[in-house]
């Protein structure tokens, strides 16, 4: 109920305390006033009428020694005397017959008719009239009544004296209660207006203002500690929040977001002082691989490493962030060409050295590209596109660091461009396979070749498949590129296949048609359709392809493996997976990554490694390819380590159909 009306009428805390407390000295200030003037005027009326008992007893006591007839004079005096006392205004004696004796001064104008009263104030007619008995001294024994008037206008002027009285120390009361109750609800409510209007700063978002009051009262005290450690509990949280929002929980480095945002403030700060500075662009190289063979949680934990030791080239004033999955990007302020190309080299040097996680001791590389402010680019998104452009060179041509050229924009503009000619290029039959041999090196006969695309661009000319590859993978045309080119070529695969004795075609697979069976289908097709005899067909597959999935990879590989088709693991040693594991697949020759190989001697770090990958290979019943042979002094070192087969230009480059056949039938002329 309370409640209620203090709702509907929203009262503040001290105006509803001094709306109480007049309310209840309104109901209790003229009850008390009652009460008082009661008790006031029952004392004063019992007071006077005692008095005047008193009084008239006294003078009876004096009458009643006299002799009526002997002391009439003296008699006359007392009742004088009486009067001029000033509290009786008026006796009489009464006698027998009704015979009065009365006083000499002359009471008759102020005397009334005598009505005797029974309590002060009975009759109003401003006299308290009493009647006693006497007897005088003589003559006889007869009774006398004294009737005596007192004056009660006297009493009554007392009485609303004192009324008055009381109610100018009631009301005086009152002001000085209510004065107090709103010094103390000032003293009160000032400062919880003061709380109010802080919360509402705070509500408002300003949580900057630090909470204070001068109040003493603990209560007030408290609350505003309460409030402090609010605001401070508010302020962390928010800055917790702006944190989380701006940085990157993995590795604690600053997001895309708080990266755009400096590099406006950069080029903003930058211009006006006009400073050059440098952004870069970092991106890690065979990163997805990790991720994809060893899983996300190792990568996750490769990211913090590289992080950490990103951030240890870099000055405190300058920015590192992680911009994408594994994609950072670096603001030096203050930065030239040299300056950028020497910390960009610093980063490399930091990342390079090898790494243990979870028993798996990783290496990885990275491509950095640098745009230059205000050279490259006046504004963030042409800087951050101009170190794209410079980071995508570095990548594609491992150059580790590039800086951005204007040449660049072309390579830029022309994948842009090979992209949206890639679908059309098929159907027109742009792509060709050239034919490189693999050589049988115990019997020094070509025991096959691996096919290796080239597109042959109306405009552009002869494009690589290091350039197009990624492009078909990122488009989703890689799948179909094979199935066009075994369908389409398939005559001159049959007749490779037909002409020589026991030749095999490697045909390189890309990951993701080791996830889908697409390609597995339209390759039956061709076989079945064509006349392809599968066994003399090998198909090349990454280990990082087998391992990005390993158990939908050995459903494909064995979907293949049960067409008749061989399968190669290609690029071997550059991956994650062991030798070991790969025995599960139903692989049959292992290609040694050209990494190893171009410049083996027995001295190479790479020699022991060359060495036990074959004998370990063999004793899992594997056939060895070594790719990448350039010089004759491999292929001695190969024959010692009894290697099965050899690839390279030692040989002979990668030859379009005609060139190959005529080489192979020169080859086998001369041998
Ligand atoms: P890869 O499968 O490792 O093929 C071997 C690459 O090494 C070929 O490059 C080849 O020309 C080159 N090579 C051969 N011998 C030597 C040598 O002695 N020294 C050096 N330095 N290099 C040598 P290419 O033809 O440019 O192909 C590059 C990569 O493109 C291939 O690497 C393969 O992964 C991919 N590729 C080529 N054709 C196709 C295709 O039809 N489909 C798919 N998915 N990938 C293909
Ligand atoms: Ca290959
Ligand atoms: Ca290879």
Redesign the pocket.
Known sequence: MVNRIIQSLGLSTSRYILASIIATHILLLPFLYQTITYAYKANSFEQFETHARDLSGLLADVLSTKHLLDDFKSISETLDSAILGGKINYIDIIGRDDFIITTTIDTILTRKDFLEDTAVGDHKDNIFYMKIPFFFKQPDNISYHLRVGFDESQLNDQISLAKNLIILILTGYFILIITIIIFNTKYISTPLRQLRKFSNEIANGNTEIELHTQSKLTDVQELTHDLEKMRLTLVNLALRMQHKATHDDLTGLPNRFLFTDRLHNTVTLAARKQQSFAVLLIDLDRFKEINDTLGHSIGDEVLTIISSRMSKGIRESDTLARIGGDEFAVILIDAGLIVAETIARKIIQLIEPSFNVHGHSLKIGASIGISIFPDDGSNPGVLMQKSDIAMYNAKNNNLGIASYHPGLDFDHYENLLLTHDLKNSIIQGEFK??F?PIINLKTKEISGC?????WEHPEMGLI???KF?PL??KENL?GE??HW?IKHYASQLKDLINHHKNFTIS????PN?LLDSALLHSIRQTIKNDELPAENIYI?V?ENAIMKNPIRSADILSQFRSLGINISV??FGTGYSSLAYLQKFPISTL?I??SF??NLTKESNNYPIVSATITMAHDLGMRVVA????HEETITLLNELECDFA????YR??QYFDEITQWIKNYNKQS
């Open positions: 396979p050239k490189q691996e096919l290796l695309l080239r690589l498949p290091d590859i078909a993978e890689i590129l094979t080119t045909i390189n697979i890309s048609d090349e990454t290609d690029d290609k990554d050209k190989i171009t790719e990448g042979v350039e690839q390279g230009y030692y480059q990668p």
